[in-house]
Structure formats: structure tokens, C-alpha cells
């Protein structure tokens, strides 16, 4: 374990017009000392839904919830997090403006206490948008996008608690992109669901590719082979390697990866 | 078998324990109801206590109470709100955190007689307010904001921490998570807190005998004007609340009926703090139906 360093890392790379997002050489520290991420340098493709995997503490939960600035109080993150050219780690970057183009799903469906409808639109009022019309259209636009709004078209002012696991994910999808995010973070946003929820939250994840640049963090790998085009493999803070995901996961190219795939370990 | 044995004897002394428990909650309660509320009338209430005869009533000190209550809880929320919104969201886990957390949990372990000692030297004497409400209210602010700080904090902390990183995730600032969802959430909470440290100020004698005053002017209840002498709002004028009376009619009290005024204003008190639990625990409920929308269910 203390050679990873030495270990060879296979990365896949993107021409830079391929990219939404990328980062440099990032590693997060917590407490000033104990480094959980390490120089992780990985490009997102446009339009894509890309894989982490890796055990438990293998930090790609760090990895994610920097990419947001999430981690802005818990830890010190280093290194560059490019997004439109732009190096969005700096201390100037206005975080809010930031995270509404980069929207975040929990591992935890955490909805508001709020009705359905408020789910959607606090945000956005919070942002200034006033106009009845214009935000009931959003409502729906957001609702339809992550396949909720049949479900939920009758009880729109209904507590948002009142949903199933599955439905709570979904409207925390679709409070995440009526925003018009350019990018999804997705923390195991399945772990807590059932299969006939996850099935159905996949089917969205998949519709909604087109449209948005997604990076989801996963434990089941039967999930990142379904639905990712990419998959990054992290190990104790390191990613040793990152590919299409049918490579990774028929033909990967390093020993620990193979491992991990064959469930040896994790 | 042992264990099964030992969890028998485990069962039959804890029954034990919430028997007691309950005996000494009911004895008291029966025991002030069932002296008092025969002695409880609409004449009690509406009429003005006597200094000699019997058949005095407790009109005034019953709106003392309530008027020294919403005055305490009128200048304790929002700093109580914003001391605990401080603690549970901004402030940072280190020595200066904890040391004011530490205050905050010996002041509200301080002896109500001390608050009132130290309330009448600064407000009374030092403020010249003189014996008054508002030099009873501040007093009771004191005594009030540390229970009601640490009440206000745990409502807040129970919000569940997803909330905040749902707020902050949608890119919404650090106020606005708080103010929009945080405290929406941990209303119910608060109001029971409220309600709790509320039932504790109503009543509270010994921080008022040397604040609040133990004498009752003579009082106008239609004179609106607050800064008349005999205007009921008058915050300068000396009051005397139900909890002080009880004290004061059992001690220095020389009217006859003094047994069966203490009784009565005894249940009075208990019935008001029973209201006040009832009632907040309704609005609250009503309130976060509100918030949350479940209402529509």
C-alpha cells in the first residue's frame, strides 16, 4: 500500500473541446494533515454520465464533493477544477453562483419539508425568479425531466415527505436541474433505494445524459456498468485508472483494479 | 434463566421508579387542584386583591404575569435566536465556542434569587428603573436566555445536516439555508422550547420579589396611554405577578383568606402553564402543517 505512488496509473484523457469539467492535480486534506485525495487529474466528457468506484475511503466521495466546493469548510482542497476555462478552486469563485452549475444529489433522498411545488421553486425565488407562470413552467419542465410529474402532477402542494425513497431522489433530480445546471454530481444517489426505485432512478439517470454532464459516485459496479460510458477507479486516494467503462470493467490494466473488479477486495 | 430472571426484576423496578414518579406528579397536581379550583371563580379572577379583608382577587397580579411574560419573551427571542442560530451554524468547534457554551449551561443553573439580586442592583438602583416591569422583565431575561439559548440550539442541531448541504448544493447562501429551511424545520422545536422556559418565567417569584416589586399600583385597564402612571402598559409602574403573591400572602400577607388565596392563585398558575403547553404544542403542529405542507395530505 505505501508503494501506490509507484504504482502505474492508466488515465484516460479528453481533447479539451470534449471536456466540461476537468481538475489538476487535486488532493484534499483534512485537518491540515491527513491527505485523503491525491493529485487526482480526470476530465469529465460533455453529455456523459461518468463512474467512481472504488472501496470504502478510497475518496471519492472527497473527489466529488469538491468538485462543487462542498468541502470549502471541512477540508483544504488543492489543485485546479477547471470548468469553462476557468479555474473554479480559486477563493474568488462565488460558490453559490458556482454550485447552480453544478447541481449535487445526495446519497440520502433530502428533500425540503416543503410541498412538492416548493421543493422546486425555493430556489428559484430565493434566485429572484417571481413570475407564477414562468415558475409552475419550470415545475413541470423539472418534474418531467426526471419522470416524477406523472406521479406527482395531482399533489403538487402535497408535503414532499409524503413520497416513496425513490420519488424523493427523483424530485431531488428535478430540484437540482431546474436550475439548468451544466453538470450533475451524483453522490450513490441509489444506495438508499430499493431495486424497483433504483431501476427506475437509472431510467432517468440515462434520459437525462443527453442533456447534462453527469458524474455519479457508486458502490455497485452492476449499476456503473449499466448506465456510465466512463468509469474512474479510486484507490486510497489515488485513481489508478480511468477508462470506458466496458474497458475497465472486461479489460482493466492495472493489478489492484482487477482485483477490486473481481470483488477480491472492497 | 438467569437472564430471564434478571430482566424480570429489571422490569418490576423500573415500573417501579415510573410509579413513583407518577405518584409525586399526581399527588402535586391533585393536590393544587383540588384545594385551589373550588376557590376559583369569576370573582377571583376580575377583581383586585384586598390588603385586609377577605374576598380579595388576583385580577392584576394575573395580568402582570402575563404582560412581565410576553415583555421577557419579547426581548429574550431574538437575542436567544440569534445567540443559538450563532452557536449551532457559525460558530467553529474550538475553545471560544465552548467556553461560551459553558457559560450558557452555568448560567442557567443560576439560583433565580441571585438573578433578582443582581437585576435589582444594576436595573433598579444602578438604571434608576426603580421597582417596575421592565426592571422585572430584564431580570427575567437573564434568568430566561441561557434555557431558552440551549432550547433554541438543540431545535436547530436536530435539523438533520442533509438539509444544510441540500440548501448549500442548490447554491443557496449560508442565511438563506438557514432562515428558509433550517429554521422552518426546527420550528416545532423552538416553539417547545419557548413554551418550556415560558411555563419556568410565568412562574418565577424570587427574581421578581426585588425587581418587579411586591405591590400593585392601582391600575387602569382602560387608560391606553403607556407612559400615564395608572395605564395598565405602563412599563414603570411596580407589579406584582401571581407567583410573588402566592409568596407574599403566605409570609407578610394579613388578609384572613390568605390559605384559601394561595390555593386558588396556586391552581390558577398551574392551569395558565398547562394552557400555554396545549396551546404552543397545537400552534406548533399548526405551524409546521403549514411550513411543510403535510396538511394537505
Not at chain 1, 466528457?45 to 475511503?57: D, E, F
Not at chain 2, 417501579?16 to 405518584?23: E, G, P, R
Request: with cysteine; proline share 3%.
Amino acid at each position: 500500500m505505501d508503494d501506490l505512488k509507484k504504482e502505474p496509473t492508466y488515465i484516460k484523457t479528453f481533447s479539451s473541446d470534449e471536456l466540461a469539467l476537468s481538475t489538476k492535480n487535486l488532493s484534499v486534506l483534512y485537518g491540515g494533515t491527513i491527505q485523503k485525495l491525491f493529485n487526482v487529474s480526470l476530465g469529465f466528457k460533455k453529455n456523459a454520465i461518468t463512474a467512481l468506484i472504488g472501496a470504502s475511503g478510497s475518496g471519492k466521495s472527497t473527489f466529488l464533493r469538491s468538485l462543487n466546493r462542498m468541502n470549502d469548510k471541512v477540508a483544504t482542497v488543492k489543485g485546479n477544477i477547471i470548468f469553462h476555462g476557468l479555474d473554479v478552486n480559486k477563493p474568488n469563485i462565488n460558490v453559490y453562483e458556482l454550485r447552480k452549475n453544478i447541481g449535487m444529489v445526495f446519497q440520502k433522498p433530502n428533500p425540503f419539508p416543503k410541498s412538492i411545488r416548493e421543493n422546486i421553486t425555493y430556489t428559484l425565488k430565493a434566485d429572484g425568479q417571481k413570475d407564477k407562470q414562468k415558475l409552475d413552467q419550470i415545475v413541470e419542465e423539472s418534474l418531467r425531466a426526471a419522470a416524477l410529474w406523472d406521479e406527482v402532477k395531482d399533489k403538487l402542494d402535497k408535503s414532499a415527505l409524503a413520497l416513496s425513497g425513490g420519488q424523493q431522489q427523483r424530485l431531488c433530480i428535478a430540484r437540482a436541474i431546474a436550475l439548468k445546471p451544466e453538470i450533475l454530481l451524483l453522490d450513490e444517489p441509489a444506495s438508499a433505494l430499493d431495486p424497483v426505485s433504483t431501476a427506475k432512478l437509472e431510467d432517468t439517470l440515462k434520459q437525462l445524459r443527453s442533456r447534462y454532464t453527469m458524474v455519479m459516485v457508486t458502490h455497485n459496479m452492476q449499476q456503473a456498468s449499466r448506465i456510465s460510458e466512463y468509469t474512474a477507479f479510486f484507490h486510497l486516494g489515488h485513481v489508478l485508472e480511468y477508462d470506458v467503462t466496458s474497458n475497465v470493467f472486461t479489460n482493466p490494466k492495472g493489478r489492484i483494479t482487477e482485483k477490486y473488479i473481481q470483488g477480491s477486495f472492497g | 434463566m438467569h437472564a430471564k430472571r434478571n430482566d424480570k426484576i429489571a422490569t418490576v423496578f423500573i415500573y417501579i421508579f415510573v410509579a413513583i414518579v407518577i405518584c409525586i406528579l399526581a399527588g402535586i397536581l391533585g393536590e393544587i387542584l383540588i384545594t385551589g379550583l373550588p376557590h376559583l371563580s369569576w370573582h377571583f379572577l376580575s377583581s383586585s386583591a384586598s390588603s385586609f379583608q377577605a374576598g380579595g382577587g388576583v385580577r392584576d397580579q394575573l395580568f402582570n404575569s402575563v404582560y412581565l411574560l410576553i415583555l421577557t419573551i419579547a426581548i429574550s427571542l431574538p437575542i436567544a435566536l440569534g445567540a443559538a442560530i450563532y452557536l449551532s451554524e457559525y460558530a467553529k468547534d474550538n475553545w471560544i465556542t465552548n467556553t461560551i457554551r459553558t457559560s450558557i449551561e452555568i448560567l442557567s443553573s443560576l439560583p433565580s434569587i441571585v438573578v433578582g439580586l443582581f437585576g435589582y442592583l444594576l436595573f433598579v438602583i444602578q438604571f434608576n428603573l426603580g421597582f417596575s416591569i421592565i426592571s422585572g422583565a430584564l431580570a427575567l431575561t437573564f434568568f430566561n436566555l441561557p434555557i431558552l439559548t440551549s432550547n433554541i440550539e438543540q431545535a436547530l442541531e436536530g435539523v438533520p445536516q442533509s438539509q444544510r448541504e441540500a440548501g448549500q448544493a442548490l447554491g443557496l447562501s449560508n442565511w438563506k439555508t438557514i432562515r428558509g429551511i433550517v429554521l422552518p424545520a426546527a420550528l416545532p422545536g423552538i416553539l417547545t422550547g419557548i413554551v418550556l422556559s415560558a411555563g419556568r418565567v410565568f412562574g418565577e417569584a424570587a427574581a421578581l420579589i426585588y425587581t418587579a416589586g411586591q405591590s400593585g399600583s392601582t391600575i387602569d385597564y382602560s387608560n391606553w396611554n403607556a407612559f400615564s402612571p395608572t395605564s395598565f402598559l405602563n412599563v414603570m409602574r411596580p407589579a406584582e405577578t401571581l407567583a410573588v403573591h402566592i409568596w407574599k400572602v403566605n409570609t407578610e400577607g394579613i388578609i384572613p383568606d390568605a390559605t384559601i388565596v394561595s390555593a386558588a392563585t396556586s391552581a390558577l398558575l398551574v392551569i395558565v402553564v398547562i394552557i400555554f403547553n396545549f396551546g404552543a404544542r397545537a400552534l406548533g403542529n399548526m405551524l409546521y402543517r403549514k411550513l411543510t405542507a403535510s396538511n394537505t395530505k
